[in-house]
């Protein structure tokens, strides 16, 4: 691996732990206000590989939730380091840039990942509130962080 690549691995790598770790946290701590535990948001993300099974595997699902999460967050952090080193204008507005990317995130994972994936559906219509910190979750925690952090270490890596 050349320097330039393990450059951009290591930033894409520290950039998705972070905003990977904030969405979750976002995620565990509106959850336990609606009396979901952290094992069950993470069974949750398993069941979007493994179906219905997920909330039956225990610590074994809640692992493989965990790195699921991880591996999502990394996965749209590089989307948007490719489409940023392609488009300029991306890291000249980074917070309009960060926001519109958050609810890009927001629509392509509620609206076509998690339909298509294996996650039961919901016995109850989801609320407008949980629909609301949803959105709010990915804008900020996802899209504004990970497009503020990528300004700060590309502007950092010219100079």
Same mark, same amino acid.
């Given at each position: 691996?050349?320097?330039?690549?393990?450059?951009?691995?290591?930033?894409?790598?520290?950039?998705?732990?972070?905003?990977?770790?904030?969405?979750?946290?976002?995620?565990?701590?509106?959850?336990?206000?609606?009396?979901?535990?952290?094992?069950?948001?993470?069974? /949750?993300?398993?069941?979007?590989?493994?179906?219905?099974?997920?909330?039956?595997?225990?610590?074994?699902?809640?692992?493989?939730?965990?790195?699921?999460? /991880?591996?999502?967050?990394?996965?749209?952090?590089?989307?948007? /380091?490719?489409?940023?080193?392609?488009?300029?204008?991306?890291?000249?507005?980074?917070?309009?840039?960060?926001?519109? /990317?958050?609810?890009?995130?927001?629509?392509?994972?509620?609206?076509?990942?998690?339909?298509?994936?294996?996650?039961?559906?919901?016995?109850?219509?989801?609320?407008?509130?949980?629909?609301?910190?949803?959105?709010?979750?990915?804008?900020?925690?996802?899209?504004?962080?990970?497009?503020?952090?990528?300004?700060?270490?590309?502007?950092?890596?010219?100079?």
């Amino acid at each position: 691996m050349n320097r330039n690549s393990w450059v951009t691995f290591k930033t894409v790598l520290w950039i998705g732990l972070v905003a990977g770790t904030l969405d979750i946290t976002e995620n565990l701590v509106f959850s336990q206000l609606r009396g979901v535990s952290p094992w069950t948001v993470f069974q /949750y993300i398993a069941s979007g590989l493994i179906g219905k099974q997920a909330f039956q595997g225990g610590s074994v699902s809640v692992a493989l939730g965990v790195v699921l999460h /991880y591996i999502i967050a990394l996965i749209w952090t590089g989307v948007f /380091y490719a489409v940023a080193r392609k488009f300029a204008i991306v890291m000249r507005r980074p917070v309009l840039s960060g926001l519109l /990317y958050g609810g890009l995130v927001y629509l392509i994972m509620n609206f076509i990942v998690v339909p298509l994936s294996g996650v039961p559906h919901p016995l109850r219509p989801i609320t407008l509130v949980s629909r609301i910190n949803a959105v709010l979750a990915l804008l900020f925690c996802i899209g504004l962080t990970i497009s503020l952090l990528m300004r700060r270490m590309l502007f950092q890596a010219r100079n």
